[in-house]
């Protein structure tokens, strides 16, 4: 019985130790794109993979939004596979996940998810296919946080 408890513990220590693995600092060119768009607009990223089949659900939802905000926004699609340092940047473990930048530069992004602005990459995830109405919403957010912002 001893035997069997010591397999189990150690076993858990292992699975909870691989959460603490290092993987090593992100280089920093990898935001360099993203940059370039979050400094001329607002900016809703979906990670997303080929095949996934939740997201081509969620591309078609966000062709649709791209053409409500064609002008007030940018909406871009980011194969993890294609951009593995970019999907590990960003913390992607599952897809699809979207996130709505705001503003900032290298890897320091302000994020609107619901009515708070946030700037840890967690707390700003939409996981899952994400309904068109709460990105509207979302997005709606932004634009009147935006707006706030430049007449003050």
Known sequence: MKYKIAIVLVLMINIFSLGCIDEGDIDPSVYDNI?????EQPTLITFG??????????QMINQEVSDLYENDIEVKY?????????ARAFNVFRVPESV?????ESGDYL?????????D???????????????VTNIDEVLSYINENIEQ
């Open 121 to 135: 990459t967690e707390n700003a995830k939409f996981r899952g296919v994400t309904n068109k109405e709460t990105l």
């Open 111 to 119: 994020y609107m998810h619901g009515t708070e602005v946030v700037t």
């Open 78 to 86: 980011i194969d993890i596979d294609e951009n593995p340092e970019l």
């Open 100 to 104: 709505l930048i705001i503003e900032g």
């Open 35 to 39: 940059d370039m768009i979050v400094s």
């Open 49 to 58: 993979a080929e095949w996934c089949p939740s997201c081509h659900d969620q």
